[in-house]
């Protein structure tokens, strides 16, 4: 709802969402609201706010999908027959459970409720200047309440658990904003932008669990004292950050524009030595379609505009005290000379500090160009970029022996470059029917130009030192010259097969298993036999929309891509569950009569990672839509109305990957695992009109 007079303006919506999964329990409700109100008090002073409020509750308890997947087909459900002794375990073995099982001893609640909201001043000032304040708190708290039944036979030992936590978030940010705007003999534009900001976060966690409870756990959550174990844990943090910034604006004849700005910021998270970081930017641009010796493309070139800038921005994306050594405690044993055991609190450092640590700034390149073509018939933008990233935040490894396993730290510098390409299209353009058409490609490419500056010598075959050069980080898979991302491992080169048992033997493998290249011929896999392959991200995406309309129907369609990126499959050697014991999904496997290269034998032995391409395309969106002609809804007293249908990821194309989809499967111990996360097939019927 919503409604404008002279003095006064307001919205009002209100939305209920009430969602089941594909898997029965995935359920997910939600209720939000929105206000926008302003006011003009006086000709120079006007007020506003934009307010949002949700609740949404999580607690709704769903199957163990991974479960429904290994039960055997000839496994009992007994579920509703208490007397029975496979209503937990329907094979009688221990390893698949009934999915549904567990879910009938449990009761959770899981609550978050949130507000946020914007309330603002502006003040029109003398000569162009205007003022304006912004304050925007949120608040968000969280119930979470949990019971498990000791009549679930595998919590009886336990005699029940309950837990009752307690979260509540609180922050805040405060912007002061000047802005000055001035327009010179028709032909100078002016403003300049001045900016202050603070902001706080506090957040508040209290949790209490409690188990063994006596004499029982009928109220569950609701008297967790009757646990005989209690538990109770707080968890109290608070951030702070400021920053002050500065932009000029300039443009001749919208022309000739010109944009600097440079940026302060802080933020409590860094080392003592670094809280505070610069960043600086300078942007130009040039409309070369208004100059003199462009007018012969009149005639076919709308608008063409050229654009160079330069800028720093930063990542402050790192745990609020990773920059600082804390203590905790804990109860450890002790041993006496009399072999007497004492358990005694002791303190220690949990976490080694890094006053140095400083901001993640990454420095941009960019050149584009925009056009309009044949009355803006096709129009678009190309750009091409180069990113150099100094100070990285990363958690890096440390040495065992030190006594910790990692740090907090700023890696040295990684580059990137990349292009872009958009262009869109009005195809046909008639009195009953209109396509237009919007096509974008991306490509990105990223290299680690330095890590952490410690250097090694470089060797001849003769073991002389002949130079030095910057060290590689082998345990977190970091390379010079290299992506992040790019993949250094064995290189899978098949299946061992009959006539191959006493090579395979030497690497304790046998017929059957994935079959790795000892690169170096030693006999022994290791890091030497480690090579660079291919990459885990996408060598390119691109994405095409089309929107057809034909008198009051609409029809539109939505496709896009993810290429070149490979991802570990190791479910293809057949060793994920127990074959004796325990079904799985349909795979190909190897044996002696279906000698395959792609799958291993069932129970194989995997000493190392199967990569498969995992490049598709997907039509993710199909929508028609039909406009109720006005003249049926002039008696119905209705200003529009429109019925849509639509279908989400109508279907997907993956040349190399036949097993899931290859974009959402869960990740298992660093394996894809399409089994955990089904994606589903969604169609949607809608009515949207305007009274």
């Not at 969602?19 to 007020?47: H, S, W, Y």
């Not at 970081?277 to 505009?305: I, R, V, Y």
């Not at 896999?525 to 060598?539: C, K, L």
């Not at 249908?645 to 993956?654: D, L, S």
Request: charged letters at 25%; proline letters at 4%.
């Amino acid at each position: 709802m919503s409604n404008r007079k002279e003095d006064m303006n307001y919205y009002l919506s209100f939305n209920h969402v009430d969602r089941q999964g594909i898997v029965v329990g995935d359920r997910f409700k939600n209720f939000r609201t929105r206000l926008n109100l302003e006011t003009t008090i006086t000709p120079f002073l006007k007020v506003g706010t934009h307010t949002n409020f949700a609740s949404r509750n999580e607690g709704f308890l769903q199957a163990d999908w991974g479960q429904s997947a290994i039960i055997s087909p000839y496994g009992s459900n007994n579920i509703d027959d208490l007397s029975s002794p496979y209503r937990r375990l329907p094979t009688g073995d221990v390893t698949p459970v009934n999915p549904f099982f567990d879910n009938l001893y449990r009761d959770r609640v899981d609550r978050t409720n949130t507000l946020n909201a914007t309330l603002y001043g502006v003040v029109t000032l003398p000569f162009g200047i205007e003022f304006q304040s912004n304050f925007t708190p949120s608040l968000a708290w969280r119930e979470y309440y949990n019971h498990d039944s000791a009549r679930n036979p595998e919590w009886a030992a336990r005699g029940g658990s309950a837990e009752r936590t307690f979260e509540r978030t609180y922050n805040w940010q405060i912007d002061n904003v000047l802005r000055w705007r001035q327009t010179f003999d028709d032909s100078h534009q002016v403003e300049v932008t001045l900016l202050q900001n603070a902001e706080k976060g506090q957040f508040w966690r209290t949790k209490a669990t409690s188990s063994n409870f006596v004499p029982s756990d009928v109220l569950g959550w609701h008297r967790i004292q009757a646990g005989t174990v209690p538990l109770n844990e707080s968890n109290d943090t608070y951030r702070t950050g400021d920053a002050l910034m500065g932009r000029l604006f300039y443009s001749f004849r919208e022309k000739y524009m010109l944009t600097a700005s440079i940026r302060r910021d802080g933020y409590s998270a860094f080392g003592a030595q670094n809280p505070r970081a610069t960043f600086p930017a300078l942007a130009f641009g040039w409309n070369f379609s208004s100059e003199e010796f462009m007018a012969g493309t009149q005639n076919w070139l709308d608008h063409a505009k050229l654009r160079l800038s330069w800028g720093r921005n930063g990542n402050r994306d790192i745990g609020q005290y990773e920059a600082l050594s804390d203590m905790t405690s804990g109860l450890h044993p002790y041993i006496d000379q009399s072999g007497n055991i004492y358990l005694y609190s002791q303190l220690y450092v949990n976490r080694m500090a890094n006053l140095g640590l400083k901001w993640e700034s990454k420095s941009s390149y960019n050149i584009g160009i925009d056009f309009g073509l044949f009355q803006n018939r096709i129009s678009g933008a190309i750009d091409v970029y180069t990113a150099t990233t100094n100070d990285l935040l990363v958690d890096r490894a440390l040495p065992e022996i030190i006594g910790f396993n990692s740090v907090a730290a700023n890696l040295g510098e990684l580059k990137n470059t990349g292009f872009e390409f958009t262009l869109n299209g009005h195809v046909v353009r008639r009195e009953n029917f209109n396509w237009n058409t919007s096509f974008i490609f991306m490509q990105n490419r990223r290299k680690i130009v330095h890590l952490y500056g410690d250097m090694v010598d470089i060797t001849d075959d003769h073991g002389n030192v002949i130079g030095q050069r910057e060290a590689d980080d082998i345990k977190n898979r970091w390379f010079i010259g290299q992506d992040p991302d790019r993949i250094w491992d064995y290189e899978r080169i098949g299946v061992w097969q009959i006539n191959e048992e006493a090579e395979a033997d030497k690497f304790g493998l046998q017929p059957g298993d994935f079959k790795y290249k000892d690169q170096n011929g030693d006999g022994v896999m290791s890091d030497e036999d480690r090579i660079f392959q291919r990459y885990r991200t996408p060598r390119f995406r691109w994405s095409w929309r089309n929107d057809f309309t034909y008198q009051n129907f609409s029809l539109s369609f939505f496709i896009y891509s993810n290429w070149g990126q490979t991802e570990t499959f190791n479910r293809a050697a057949n060793n994920s569950s127990f074959p004796d014991r325990a079904t799985d999904y349909v795979l190909d496997r190897w044996t002696e009569s279906n000698p395959i290269d792609n799958y291993a034998r069932i129970g194989s032995k995997n000493i190392g990672n199967n990569y498969v391409d995992q490049s598709f395309v997907r039509l993710e969106n199909v929508t028609l839509s039909y406009a109720i002609p006005n003249r049926l809804l002039e008696r119905l007293r209705v200003r529009s109305l429109r019925v849509s249908a639509a279908v989400r990821n109508a279907v997907f194309w993956a040349p190399h990957w036949n097993f899931g989809d290859p974009e959402t499967g869960r990740k298992i111990n660093g394996d894809n695992d399409p089994a955990g996360s089904p994606t589903p097939r969604t169609y949607n019927l809608s009515l949207n009109f305007s009274l």
